[in-house]
């Protein structure tokens, strides 16, 4: 079953087309670099819960709005492979995206696919 990282951001409302710049660049990297799918979602339903919830996790402030994201990869030693890959690619070196959004309140993380219907 597939292998997947996920990851939780803040970005603020004003940067979602310089974001969306920057995922398509990300997620092209991470495609030709074998990852099977690369998926960036803005939320749209992510209430504001009272111990948990998606705005709170990620610290979110009243102008940005949560992107929830995942790239899935056959397994994880391909994860790893194609991850060590993309980090040493020269076209995701710069520090462009520190403008786009807070890199302290990213959430990520890797998970074994428990079921998949």
């Not at 310089?18 to 495609?31: E, F, H, M």
């Not at 979110?60 to 690619?89: H, L, N, P, Q, T």
Request: net charge negative.
């Amino acid at each position: 079953m597939p292998y997947i990282d996920g990851f939780l951001v803040a970005v603020p409302k004003a940067n979602i087309e310089a974001y969306k710049k920057l995922s398509n660049l990300a997620g092209s990297i991470w495609k030709e670099h074998g990852a099977h799918k690369y998926v960036e979602c803005l939320a749209d339903d992510v209430p504001y819960g009272e111990l948990t919830s998606f705005p709170r996790a990620v610290m979110a402030k009243e102008d940005e709005v949560v992107v929830f994201s995942w790239i899935a990869y056959g397994s994880r030693k391909e994860r790893d492979d194609i991850v060590a890959k993309v980090m040493s690619d020269p076209r995701l070196q710069g520090d462009e995206w520190k403008t786009v959004f807070d890199g302290k309140r990213l959430i990520y993380g890797g998970f074994e696919t428990l079921i998949e219907l």
